[in-house]
């Protein structure tokens, strides 16, 4: 059974913005917010020569956290009212100290889930410090993240910040009404658009130049 990822995310470029999601979170009833932690994130979005991943709408990356690798990949879809649905797969790496190691591992088991592991290349790059905090709201288990990001692309560098909450466990129905006072207590704008797709327009954009 496919892994389904349901999140909501808010623009929080504008200042002290994090400040006002967590006030917020904090003042929705029954909340409760556990201690923050603090991840070191770096994630390589990759591609094949022949653009598959690109053709079929998926990304694809490996994630570095603090010296654990996994490769992920994501269905894409357009961001709706803040709110993403999609699917997403994980696959550890054990054993894997850099991204060389990475590569040459997938490149090793060619094929994962029908994708192509061969021959991948470097899209961009996002280097994230994420400030994270569990969130229980009535029978729903979710993560907060606060991310203090980088696009590195086409050798240069564009510094953002975003907010997302993701449903762990519960109904969606509550999920999202936790959403709504989130954003209705904070005055943050929903994400139009996620960090995946600002960095794909930004490597449209310098790419040929």
């Not at 990949?73 to 709706?80: C, G, L, Q, S």
């Not at 991948?120 to 729903?140: C, E, P, Q």
């Amino acid at each position: 059974m496919p892994n389904i990822e349901t999140e909501f995310k808010w623009e929080s470029n504008s200042p002290r913005a994090f400040a006002k999601v967590l006030s917020a979170v904090l003042q929705v009833p029954s909340v409760r917010l556990s201690a923050p932690r603090v991840l070191h994130i770096c994630d390589t979005y990759l591609d094949t020569p022949e653009r598959f991943f690109e053709q079929n709408k998926i990304a694809f990356r490996v994630r570095n956290t603090d010296g654990k690798w996994e490769a992920t990949y994501k269905t894409r879809t357009e961001v709706t009212n803040g709110r993403a649905v999609r699917r997403e797969e994980s696959l550890p790496l054990p054993g894997i100290k850099n991204l060389a190691q990475a590569l040459a591992f997938l490149a090793d088991k060619k094929v994962w889930e029908h994708l192509p592991l061969t021959g991948l290349k470097m899209l961009f790059a996002l280097r994230n410090k994420r400030t994270s905090y569990d969130i229980l709201f009535n029978g729903v288990e979710a993560e907060l993240s606060l991310d203090n990001f980088m696009i590195c692309v086409c050798g240069r560098r564009v510094l953002m910040k975003e907010a997302e909450l993701e449903l762990k466990k519960g109904l969606p129905d509550t999920f999202d009404g936790l959403a709504r006072q989130i954003t209705q207590v904070s005055g943050l704008a929903y994400a139009r658009v996620s960090k995946v797709k600002t960095a794909l327009a930004l490597l449209a954009l310098w790419g040929n130049k």
